[in-house]
T-cell receptor, first 111, second 114 residues
Framework: AQSVTQLGSHVSVSEGALVLLRCNYS??????LFWYVQYPNQGLQLLLKYTTGATLVKGINGFEAEFKQSETSFHLTKPSAHMSDAAEYFCAVGGNEKLTFGTGTRLTIIP | GAGVSQTPSNKVTEKGKYVELRCDPISGHTALYWYRQSLGQGPEFLIYFQGTGAADDSGLPNDRFFAVRPEGSVSTLKIQRTERGDSAVYLC????????????FGEGSRLTVL
């Protein structure tokens, strides 16, 4: 079975500060890992994904994540937060069939 | 439209009633998923279709829940004898072959059982 754990259900950062959202995974096979974002009143959309190859993956809106097998982590970062980044972020593990999502982290940006 | 469409966007029903939720996926997407999202939780997998057949229905909580996709496009999630615990946002997503995990989600159907 595969699972993900997101540490911190709520994260607040100041505009312009570093964003770090944590995700740890559990998988008995090499995982495919994903970050999805849900803006208010919108459907979830894919932010970035790791399947194979380069462990540092870049996504939309300046976000990136690094796959660290030794730490079973896939943390999401952005160097400088923008007000438009306020949303709920979900880490997920899976692949050819279903995805298993974490419980989400709500990101608030302080002006 | 270009995206995944779900109807109704909101449904309020009484305990014990029957409910149908509809999903119209992106044209050409062969895979279709249903998830359920309760307040404060992440999306929880219910069922996955590849074409017309249910490839994995292991997430359906009990036999009150059923889903169909008769022509390999539109899907309907059916809930019989609704209970208050069924209240949640039901999400539909679709994806194309060859893009594992790249799901395109609709905005969801919010079900409230009184």
């Amino acid at each position: 079975a595969q699972s993900v754990t997101q540490l911190g259900s709520h994260v607040s950062v100041s505009e312009g500060a570093l964003v770090l959202l944590r995700c740890n995974y559990s998988s008995s096979v090499p995982p495919y890992l994903f970050w999805y974002v849900q803006y208010p009143n919108q459907g979830l959309q894919l932010l970035l994904k790791y399947t194979t190859g380069a462990t540092l993956v870049k996504g939309i809106n300046g976000f990136e994540a690094e796959f660290k097998q030794s730490e079973t982590s896939f943390h999401l970062t952005k160097p400088s937060a923008h007000m438009s980044d306020a949303a709920e972020y979900f880490c997920a593990v899976g692949g050819n069939e279903k995805l298993t999502f974490g419980t989400g982290t709500r990101l608030t940006i302080i002006p | 439209g270009a995206g995944v469409s779900q109807t109704p966007s909101n449904k309020v029903t009484e305990k014990g009633k029957y409910v149908e939720l509809r999903c119209d996926p992106i044209s050409g997407h062969t895979a279709l998923y249903w998830y359920r999202q309760s307040l404060g939780q992440g999306p929880e997998f219910l069922i996955y279709f590849q074409g017309t057949g249910a490839a994995d229905d292991s997430g359906l909580p009990n036999d009150r829940f059923f889903a169909v996709r008769p022509e390999g496009s539109v899907s309907t999630l059916k809930i019989q004898r609704t209970e208050r615990g069924d209240s949640a946002v039901y999400l539909c997503a679709s994806s194309s072959t060859g893009q594992p995990g790249e799901l395109f989600f609709g905005e969801g159907s919010r079900l409230t059982v009184l």
